[in-house]
Every structure is written in C-alpha cells, then in structure tokens.
C-alpha cells in the first residue's frame, strides 16, 4: 500500500510547483508571442545535426553563444521552473521502477518486426558506410541516415523500460526519456530548454496514439494512481512553461527524423518537415488550476487529467512541411446534456433525434466521436460548449462517469469557460422543446484542398509505392479484374448524378467479388492492396484531404490493416468469407474517411452503404459495426475494428445493447470502453438503420 504521507508529501510538491508555473505563465500579456533574437547564419544543416555526438549544442560556438544569449533574456524564474519540472518527471518515472539509464539491448527488440527491419537496414547501412571508409578514410552517413536510425532505436529501447513512456515522449518529445537518464551536471536528470522537443503534440489528437497513453496510463498500479496523475499534470505543466519561451530555443526539434517506415523503406525527412503545433500561452493558466483541483480529487484518474487538459488547451497554429497545416477538427456545439442513461437517454434520444441535422446539442450516442477516443471526446465537448445541462436524475450520482461530468462542467463553469446548470428531466426536456431545434452546431472548417482519388490513382503504378498495380505487373500476374474500376475513375466525376454513384458502389463489389475469386488465399498480396487502393480512391473520388504526403500515409495505413488482416488468417474466418467484398469494401471505406478527416463526400454515401452492406452502418461519418448479438460475427467485426484502430484509422465504432455491454470488455489489451460506441436503449434503433 502506497505511503499516505509520502503521497500528500508529493502532492504538495507538485502542487507547489504548479502554481509557481501559473504564475510565471500568467505574468505574460494575454497576445504575448515568443521570440528570440535571429540565430546565427550558419544555421546546422540535417547532416550536422546527425553527425554530432551532441546534437543539442555541435559543438559550434557561435550556436552557443546565440542560445546563452536566449537563455540571458528569458526570465530566470521561467527556465528555473522548467528544469525542476521537467526534473520532477524524471523522479516520478523513477518512482514505477524506470531503469537509470536508457541501454540499446538487441534481444528486447528483435521480436518486434518493424524494429528487427530497422536494425536489418542500420546494419546494411553500416556494412556499406564501412566498404567506403576503408577505401576512402572518411566517416560516411549519407545524409545522416544511420544515426537517425540508431536513434530510432534507442527511443524504441528506452520506450520498453518505462512506465508512461508514450504519454511522456508525447508531451515532452521523443528523446525526452533519453535526456531523463543522462548524465546531469545539477545532480538529477533534466530536460534543458535547447533538448525540449514540440513535434509530437500533434498527436495528441491522433486516434492511435490516444488509445496507447489511454491503456498505459489505466493499466498502471492501483497503488501508483496518485503517481500517474502527478506525473501527467508535470508533463502538462512542463508544456505550459514551453508556451512562453522563445521556439527557437528547441533545437532539438530541427533534428532530421524517419518520417515514413515501409518494410525495408525508409523516408528521412529535415526537421523543417516537422507538424509543429503553435499553443496559445494565455490559455494554460486555466488549465494548470483545473488539472491541480484535479490531482487532489480521487474521483479524476490521470487520464482523466490527461484529456481533460487536451481539451481545455488552445491552438494558436499548426504547421507542417510536409503540406497543408494539419488541425484538429474541434466541432463546437451549444449545449451540452450530461446524464445518466438507465434514467434518462430513452426520453432525451426520442426529442433530440427529430431536431434538424445540424442542431448544436450534444448528446451522447446521437453526437459520435470522430477520430477520437471517448474520454478525449467527451471532455473535449464539454470544453467546446456553450452550456452544460446537467440532468439530475435519481440514479446519476452513481455513476462515476457522470460525477467526473459534473466535476469538469463545475470547473469550467468556476474558470468563466462555459454556463452550467443543474436541473430536473422535465425541466431539460421542456428546455430542449423551447431551444434544441434552434440551436446549431459549429463545424470544423479544415480546408481541405488536395484532391485523394488523383494522387492514389497515380501512386498506383509507381515504383517507389509497392505493394501496388506496378509490383503486381513486375511479378507478371495478371490485373484484369481491376480494369472496369479502373476505367470508371478515369471518367469525368459526376457525383450528382445518382447512376454514376450506384455504378461506383456496384463496380467496387464487383471488383472485390472478382479479386477475392481470383485469388481466395490473398495471394499475391498485391492484387488485393490494388484492389483496395482503387476502392479507396473511388470512395474518395470528389473527396480531398491536406496535402500529397497526408493520402501516402493513408495507403500505407490501409495496407498496413491488410497485411495484418492477412497475416492473422482473418480472410478464412467463415464470417468474412460469407461477405467478403463487403468486408473489404469496410477496410477501404473507413480509411477514405479517415483520410478525409471525416468530411467524405456525402454524395457518394449511397455507393459506400451499396458496397459495405451489412457489415456495417453509417452515421454522422462513422462506420458502426453492430456487435448487439453474440457470436461468431460479433468476434470477427471486434477484430476487425481492432485491427483499423491499431493503424490509427478511428472512423469505426461499435453499436452495442443496453442489456450486453461489449464495451466492458477487452480484444486482446485494447479495451473496448475507451473506442467510439453507441448504447441502445428501447426505440434508439430507427436512427441507425437498425431492427429492434
């Protein structure tokens, strides 16, 4: 049992030191912008940074003396705080047994595959790097590739060793377990400003990446829950002192990365290719105060503390070199009804489901989370209304999930982020009469400009893109199957017409029904993953997302799932061979609208729903597997969603019974509570196509 004195010891501490960070932060003006004066010209190149033994200083004095210029003209309270935090972090890793030191061990990662490829090419690449040094004298590493790679893998290693390691390397960077296990002249490890890294904030908002600190961050001791919570609100406040010192300070974020991993391929991408995620200063403040009322709540988790500050966190910018700005798509709504289902969900679904279809109330099960997680959903909606309506039912304070609801509304409430209200059902239902069909909900606007369907159609035959059409050619098997879909999208779009729309659904099963009878066993693998490419581009036909780089990613996702699918034998489960196309046609599906960040065309809904079938619904821009029934059919389609989400493809969830709550339970470690799911209640079928 944990040590209740040490516990409020600790408490205190971090306490202390959150405040004294909102106060720092808080000192700053409201418009304040961070700068610095310009670096030296000689600006470290890619190749500099990865040749270095030290990648933060190289060694060149006139970095040097640029950065203790930077240093000198930021608050010294400011980089105080920030080094006692960040070495904070590093003790309450400690505290679950992280190792000392961070140790490049081959046996803890030959039996992941895509580590055992990348120490395969690290291995290739320095056999070769050695053939020209010896004939030539001279230290090779071509664009400092074998470094990165190296890198790459002690990341992976010290990943293994510590508890909370996604969360941490997500807030803190990528090398900040490293750093928290070096050497430290001020006696316990540290994170100094210049090794500080921002590039993966970003993916604080990428599905598979929140479903990874999700089940770390649950999974963790019960005698650690009050260790988890202060070491997630360290993490947030180290990211809240980062908001108001000068960006260029992070060296650590010009760094070269591998960008792309595809078997034995890589891409090395500059660090100008980051997705660098601009947060506003003035909004930390309030989240600090809320996440330290939370550390002394027992009712908050820490990863209740984890999304609720994702939620509260405001984003100036984003920026990527890699295309278009990649953002989040934060849909804002106008009331929010938190309540408890048993008592209240069957009379609140019946009104709400007859209001006009962009009506702003948030209702759970009517109002699907998009590419999140529930906890991240849910607090991210509340932050993002107006009101919140409380429905203070009978059986609503035994429910956890409503007492945290009605926490986080009293908290927003109290930091003038939104109105909240308590009140009777009759009372919300009277309100919801008078205002709900009113009401409007505020869509995300990402400025999608780059169009799919064209890039993937000519990645389709291109070399450096296997497995696809050009490597099927290559191994000499035939392609005719795919050729009437092919020509199809080689026609001029006429999505407003209601035959060409039919014709793409019906060509798409067609194809699929041909592939599959061409080749039952998924061999070769390439007429399949063609097959599917070209599915994912007819879905997506009038359908665009961010840039060029952002539908490569996505066909390597999906490519990902199907080899996956295929390796697991999932394609002789009798489920999926009953309706194979269909099942294939899901895959495809629910990766153009993860693609297209949920804004797939809606005109072309009526070819997904003629090509999907009854392998799943669709509502609000989610495929909804129905898992209402046991069985052999239910297992296939929670693999199958299982598989999608570990790509990082979150445009799928589940339609579940009130009666049997599938969410309660787990595939393999993935714990169904935390994915998108709708509750049936008596007379919530209608508005998903379902039967009683």
Excluded at 50 to 58: C, G, K, T
Excluded at 251 to 261: A, H, Q
Excluded at 550 to 566: Q, Y
Aim: proline share 6%.
């Amino acid at each position: 049992m944990p040590n209740a004195s040490v516990e409020s010891e600790n408490l205190e501490y971090v306490s202390r030191l959150m405040q004294t960070a909102t106060e720092i932060i808080a000192g700053f003006a409201p418009n304040y912008t961070p700068q610095a004066p310009e670096m030296p010209h000689r600006e470290p190149s890619a190749e500099a940074f990865m040749e270095s033994e030290d990648p933060a200083m190289l060694n060149d004095p006139a970095l040097q003396e640029w950065l203790n210029k930077v240093l000198k003209g930021t608050p010294e309270a400011l980089v105080s705080a920030f080094l006692e935090c960040s070495s904070a972090v590093g003790q309450f890793l400690r505290m679950f047994g992280a190792p000392e030191t961070a140790s490049f061990g081959v046996r803890d990662l030959i039996s992941e595959p895509e580590t055992f490829e990348l120490m395969m090419k690290l291995a290739q690449l320095t056999r070769e790097a050695e053939d020209v040094e010896k004939k030539e004298g001279n230290r090779v590493d071509p664009l400092g590739l074998r470094k990165a790679i190296y890198d790459e893998l002690l990341r992976r290693r010290a990943a293994r060793g510590f508890p909370c390691s996604r969360t941490v390397t997500t807030l803190l960077g990528p090398n900040a377990l490293l750093w928290l296990t070096a050497k430290s002249s001020r006696g316990a490890p540290n994170i100094q400003p210049h090794e500080y890294r921002r590039s993966e904030w970003w993916r604080v908002w990428d599905i598979e990446n929140q479903i990874a600190i999700e089940q770390e961050l649950l999974n963790a001791p019960s005698e650690g829950a009050v260790a988890v919570k202060l070491l997630v609100a360290l993490c947030w406040t180290v990211v809240g002192l980062a908001t108001v010192l000068p960006p260029d300070i992070f060296l650590g974020d010009k760094s070269s990365f591998i960008s792309s991993e595809r078997g034995d391929q890589l891409t090395l991408s500059g660090g100008a290719y980051h997705t660098f995620v601009e947060l506003e200063p003035s909004s930390m403040p309030a989240v600090l105060r809320i996440l330290q009322a939370g550390l002394h709540d027992p009712l908050l988790s820490g990863a209740d503390l984890m999304w609720i500050a994702a939620a509260l966190v405001r984003v100036r910018e984003v920026r990527s070199g890699l295309g278009q700005p990649a953002r989040s798509a934060d849909d804002r709504f106008e009331f929010f009804i938190s309540h408890r289902g048993r008592d209240a969900k069957q009379q609140l679904s019946a009104m709400v489901q007859n209001f006009p279809p962009r009506h702003g109330v948030f209702l759970d099960c009517l109002t699907l989370p998009r590419g999140v997680i529930n906890r991240s959903f849910i607090y991210g909606s509340m932050a993002r209304s107006q009101k919140i309506v409380i429905v203070d039912t009978e059986n609503y304070q035994e429910s956890d999930w409503c007492k945290k609801e009605l926490w986080v509304a009293s908290a927003l409430a109290e930091a003038g982020l939104v109105k909240y209200e308590r009140t009777t059902l009759e009372s919300a239902l009277s309100q919801l009469e008078t205002w709900g069909p009113r009401s409007s909900r505020q869509y995300s606007d990402l400025s999608l400009v780059y169009p799919i369907s064209q890039r993937v159609l000519r990645d389709l035959d291109y070399w450096a893109r296997s497995p696809n059409l050009h490597s099927l050619k290559e191994k000499g098997h035939p392609a005719d199957s795919l050729t009437r879909l092919q020509e199809l999208l080689h026609e001029k779009d006429e999505p407003d017409d209601a035959e060409w729309v039919t014709s793409i659904g019906r060509t798409v099963n067609e194809t699929l029904s041909a592939v599959v009878q061409q080749s039952p066993g998924a061999e070769p693998f390439d007429l399949w993953a063609s097959a599917l490419q070209l599915c994912l581009a007819a879905f997506a036909s009038t359908s665009n997302t961010l840039s060029k780089v952002e539908v490569r990613h996505g066909v390597d996702k999906l490519n990902a799932v199907l080899r996956k699918f295929v390796a697991s034998d999932s394609f002789r489960d009798p489920v999926f061979r009953h309706a194979a196309p269909q099942h294939l046609a899901l895959l495809a599906g629910a990766s153009a609208i993860d693609l297209s960040k949920f804004q797939l065309d809606p005109r072309v809904f009526p070819a997904l729903r003629l090509s999907i079938g009854d392998a799943s619904g669709l509502r609000d821009g989610l495929l909804l597997l129905d898992v209402r029934r046991s069985g052999p059919e239910r297992d296939f389609r929670l693999s199958l969603l299982a598989l999608l989400i570990e790509e990082s493809i979150g445009s799928v969830g589940i339609v579940q019974d009130a009666t049997d709550t599938v969410h309660n339970s787990r595939i393999g470690t993935l714990r169904l509570e935390i994915l998108p799911c709708v509750t049936l209640y008596p007379g919530m079928q209608a508005p998903f196509g379902l039967q009683a």
